[in-house]
């Protein structure tokens, strides 16, 4: 296995974690926090099949609200935007967003197992374009979706619906990171997380 911490580090992808406090809002009140990343907090609704995500990264807005989002059983359900109830900061506003539950990936499970080689994949496709500079993992996802991977119809799918988005959106993969490859209860991989704007 690749160390991730070191190839992050090499993207310039530390991990950092957002310092803000949760905005007040009545939905989220008393609820308590069950994730944090760089850029967005998640706290759960408490029904057992939801969570209330609050994201300041441009790149998550738009990619659980667009119209032409990636779809399909790898992308998040989104059930709804609540609006802006605050502001990270960062200078971003904080958007409310009401999504399907999502897991960790369990140490050897299935997902976990085609997690690691996507990201592993992905990892030496960046090595390959490294001379790109901030590019290379946009290149290394478009070329992760000219050739298949044998990793499934549905999954190559849904890499190619994310090189599209990326494309299309001017942002940039985040899935060398495994937090955000998460799964459904039913052990569905999940790109939870995948985006990020530079
Ligand atoms: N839909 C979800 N359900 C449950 N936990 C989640 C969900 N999405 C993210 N998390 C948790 O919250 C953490 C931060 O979320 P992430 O989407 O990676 O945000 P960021 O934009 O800050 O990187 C993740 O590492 C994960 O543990
Ligand atoms: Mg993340």
Not at 89 to 102: A, K
Not at 161 to 176: G, K, M, N, T
Request: hydrophobic content about 40%.
């Amino acid at each position: 296995m690749i160390d991730l911490a070191e190839a992050r580090s090499r993207m310039g992808r530390e991990a950092v974690v957002l310092p803000d406090p949760v905005p007040a809002h009545p939905l989220l009140d008393g609820k308590p926090e069950i994730g944090r990343g760089e850029y967005s907090i998640v706290i759960d609704k408490g029904d057992g099949e939801r969570v209330y995500k609050i994201v300041s990264s441009p790149a998550d807005y738009f990619l659980y609200t667009a119209d032409d989002r990636p779809a399909g059983e790898h992308f998040p359900q989104v059930y709804a935007d609540h609006g802006i109830i605050g502001r990270a900061v960062s200078g971003y506003p904080f958007h409310l967003i009401e999504m399907e539950r999502l897991y960790p990936l369990p140490d050897n499970s299935p997902a976990a197992e085609l997690a690691t080689r996507l990201i592993e994949v992905y990892w030496s496709a960046c090595q390959q374009w490294s001379q790109l500079g901030m590019d290379m993992g946009r290149i290394a996802l478009y070329h992760m979706t000219v050739d298949p991977l044998g990793v499934g119809d549905s999954l190559q799918q849904a890499l190619k619906a994310l090189s599209d988005f990326i494309e299309e959106y001017h942002v940039l993969p985040d899935i060398l990171n495994a937090n955000n490859l998460m799964m459904r209860k039913d052990g569905t991989l999940v790109f939870s997380d995948p985006v990020f704007i530079a």
